[in-house]
């Protein structure tokens, strides 16, 4: 069956083994503007989740989600799309990546009311980090409609966040474990 498990009677379970997985990559990008009076960056999604065409790419809709749940979600940090910084960046090799990042909170919404999907503190000289995940079901939001996400990063200096008009960019990988009635 290609990459889809059978969940159960009538069910088929989408994961990151079928055609089209169910994976949603959110992009941010921030300034000293996004920083909370915590001087945490609080930002929120450039999009909202393609999940409904991921779903109609596997022949079905959010209407057929039985259950939704988070199985990882990744953080990576990606360069500036700033004019003039982009490609100093690229032709500067920068070994911590998060250098001035010391955890992130990832929150399935347009605010951390809702669900908090993955957080932790992290120190590392990886262009990714792996977020653990703290709700893992989230059958009612997905099953509502596409959703952004809110992202808080915790920052060891604020200063060292980008003032206007330079700025920084991450992009947050959900990986989803759907389960879809209707075969």
Known sequence: MGGCDSGGPGTVVLNANSPKPPTVEYAFRYTSDDLSGNDEVEVVSQAADNLTSVLQSNGFARSDVVSARVDSVTLERISASTPGTASRR???PEPQVFQYLL???VYLGESDSGPRIAGGQFQTD????SLPVTTPTVTPVVRA????AFL???VEEANNVPEPPNE??????????????GV
């Open 145 to 148: 409609g596409a959703t952004p």
């Open 126 to 129: 990886q262009r990714f980090v």
């Open 152 to 154: 808080r990063l915790e």
């Open 90 to 92: 690229r032709a500067r």
């Open 103 to 105: 955890g992130a909170s």
């Open 168 to 181: 920084d960019a991450v992009e947050v990988r959900v990986y989803y474990r759907i389960e879809v009635e």
